[in-house]
């Protein structure tokens, strides 16, 4: 679609520069119109100016967060979709989110859901996000579900940074311990292999397993790479498979160290929802479905659709609950004493609340445990090659010695 940049005013007299999409300057000066714009020059761009600075450009989580605070404070002063998202495009300075804005407004405009939108951009707004915001669409609490959304995305950034902060040290240790692996490989251990070689000495087993690693890295690293690369990239195609994606997810809650942090995580965000969808006056079936698409693990949301299959049977969400899930004793109980006393939406926020601040000591708790068991991890790693070149070196001293 072709580009145009134009000037215009607002009926205050501010002048207003930008480029937009459209199938010509007719369809601009409309569009401007709509915005009560006073169109002053419009004229066709020789190119997209946005793609080429997009390539190079990319979208972080920051700019994905500020722009759900700005769509979310625009929806609530209650300015219309479109307005709001040429008003983000014309304040972002990043090219890449500039187009993506762009393209998601030419679908609205076009009668598409801000969801369906959203969804067409899956390296900018997870599963997650769409389907988070198609549930405030669904049960009409938009702005509560933005604004859950703006938490989610900035407790998992300061996540990010947490651990980024935590393995800062020890990725460079490992760093340097694979350089000098690499060197104690390459040169050290093939001499003492051919000096050993002569005196008709056994190499001791932590040298003979470096100079069988130096073995497959200088005959076999064709075969060795061609393997790998097998590996993993049936590994990835498996996970990308529902099957394989369900296991993923079951294991992750279960894992050492991260489990907890994703278990309490994925509950924070289920009472949340379920506590904003409880006031908006959904059907329970509805509800359930809609958090079966925003939990974000496909573990739990296997068993909240059971939930709601129970459910539709007859049965009591606290019974179905008991029955079909995994959750923590303090979820269930808490889903049983909101049903009996119908007060679900308190319940819920007190429980999403508990385990939002959970999840924060557990990212604690991991961060605090991460650098020591690197640590150990990277002594035993010093150890062995210690061994390797050592050992060699006093069998050696012992021979020349007799």
């Given at each position: 679609?072709?580009?145009?940049?134009?000037?215009?005013?607002?009926?205050?007299?501010e002048l207003?520069?930008?480029?937009?999409?459209?199938?010509?300057?007719?369809?601009?000066?409309?569009?401007?119109?709509?915005?009560?714009?006073?169109?002053?020059?419009?004229?066709?761009?020789?190119?997209?100016?946005?793609?080429?600075?997009?390539?190079?450009?990319?979208?972080?989580?920051?700019?994905?967060?500020?722009?759900?605070?700005?769509?979310?404070?625009?929806?609530?002063?209650?300015?219309?979709?479109?307005?709001?998202?040429?008003?983000?495009?014309?304040?972002?300075?990043?090219?890449?989110?500039?187009?993506?804005?762009?393209?998601?407004?030419?679908?609205?405009?076009?009668?598409?859901?801000?969801?369906?939108?959203?969804?067409?951009?899956?390296?900018?707004?997870?599963?997650?996000?769409?389907?988070?915001?198609?549930?405030?669409?669904?049960?009409?609490?938009?702005?509560?579900?933005?604004?859950?959304?703006?938490?989610?995305?900035?407790?998992?950034?300061?996540?990010?940074?947490?651990?980024?902060?935590?393995?800062?040290?020890?990725?460079?240790?490992?760093?340097?311990?694979?350089?000098?692996?690499?060197?104690?490989?390459?040169?050290?251990?093939?001499?003492?292999?051919?000096?050993?070689?002569?005196?008709?000495?056994?190499?001791?087993?932590?040298?003979?397993?470096?100079?069988?690693?130096?073995?497959?890295?200088?005959?076999?690293?064709?075969?060795?790479?061609?393997?790998?690369?097998?590996?993993?990239?049936?590994?990835?195609?498996?996970?990308?498979?529902?099957?394989?994606?369900?296991?993923?997810?079951?294991?992750?809650?279960?894992?050492?160290?991260?489990?907890?942090?994703?278990?309490?995580?994925?509950?924070?965000?289920?009472?949340?929802?379920?506590?904003?969808?409880?006031?908006?006056?959904?059907?329970?079936?509805?509800?359930?479905?809609?958090?079966?698409?925003?939990?974000?693990n496909r573990?739990?949301?296997?068993?909240?659709?059971?939930?709601?299959?129970?459910?539709?049977?007859?049965?009591?969400?606290?019974?179905?609950?008991?029955?079909?899930?995994?959750?923590?004793?303090?979820?269930?109980?808490?889903?049983?004493?909101?049903?009996?006393?119908?007060?679900?939406?308190?319940?819920?926020?007190?429980?999403?609340?508990?385990?939002?601040?959970?999840?924060?000591?557990?990212?604690?708790?991991?961060?605090?445990?991460?650098?020591?068991?690197?640590?150990?991890?990277?002594g035993a790693?010093?150890?062995?090659?210690?061994?390797?070149?050592?050992?060699?070196?006093?069998?050696?001293?012992?021979?020349?010695?007799?």
């Amino acid at each position: 679609m072709p580009h145009f940049k134009y000037r215009a005013r607002k009926p205050s007299g501010e002048l207003v520069r930008e480029s937009v999409e459209a199938d010509s300057s007719v369809a601009v000066a409309k569009r401007l119109g709509a915005m009560d714009l006073i169109p002053i020059d419009i004229r066709e761009e020789s190119g997209a100016p946005d793609s080429a600075g997009a390539v190079f450009e990319r979208i972080k989580t920051t700019d994905v967060i500020m722009f759900t605070r700005q769509l979310l404070t625009l929806y609530k002063a209650g300015l219309p979709f479109l307005s709001s998202l040429d008003a983000i495009k014309a304040q972002t300075s990043n090219p890449a989110l500039k187009r993506v804005v762009s393209e998601i407004r030419t679908d609205v405009e076009a009668g598409a859901t801000l969801s369906k939108a959203l969804s067409k951009h899956p390296k900018v707004f997870s599963e997650v996000y769409v389907s988070t915001v198609l549930a405030g669409e669904t049960g009409g609490v938009l702005d509560q579900v933005m604004n859950r959304l703006v938490f989610l995305l900035e407790n998992e950034m300061e996540t990010r940074r947490m651990m980024k902060s935590a393995l800062r040290y020890p990725l460079t240790v490992v760093g340097a311990m694979v350089a000098a692996f690499f060197v104690i490989v390459t040169f050290v251990i093939p001499t003492f292999s051919k000096l050993f070689a002569r005196f008709g000495e056994d190499l001791p087993l932590p040298t003979r397993v470096l100079v069988g690693i130096n073995t497959v890295r200088q005959d076999y690293w064709h075969v060795a790479l061609v393997a790998v690369a097998a590996a993993v990239t049936g590994v990835i195609l498996y996970l990308r498979t529902p099957s394989g994606r369900l296991k993923l997810d079951a294991f992750l809650l279960k894992a050492p160290l991260i489990g907890s942090i994703i278990t309490k995580g994925t509950m924070a965000r289920l009472a949340h929802m379920f506590g904003t969808l409880s006031d908006s006056g959904l059907p329970i079936l509805k509800e359930l479905e809609v958090i079966a698409r925003t939990v974000g693990n496909r573990r739990i949301a296997q068993q909240v659709t059971a939930v709601r299959g129970a459910v539709q049977e007859g049965s009591n969400l606290a019974g179905a609950l008991e029955k079909g899930t995994e959750f923590p004793p303090l979820v269930k109980h808490m889903f049983a004493v909101g049903e009996k006393t119908g007060a679900m939406s308190e319940m819920m926020e007190a429980v999403g609340d508990h385990y939002d601040r959970e999840t924060k000591a557990a990212i604690e708790q991991l961060t605090q445990a991460v650098e020591p068991l690197i640590t150990l991890v990277l002594g035993a790693g010093l150890l062995f090659m210690a061994l390797a070149v050592f050992l060699p070196m006093w069998d050696m001293m012992q021979v020349m010695g007799q």
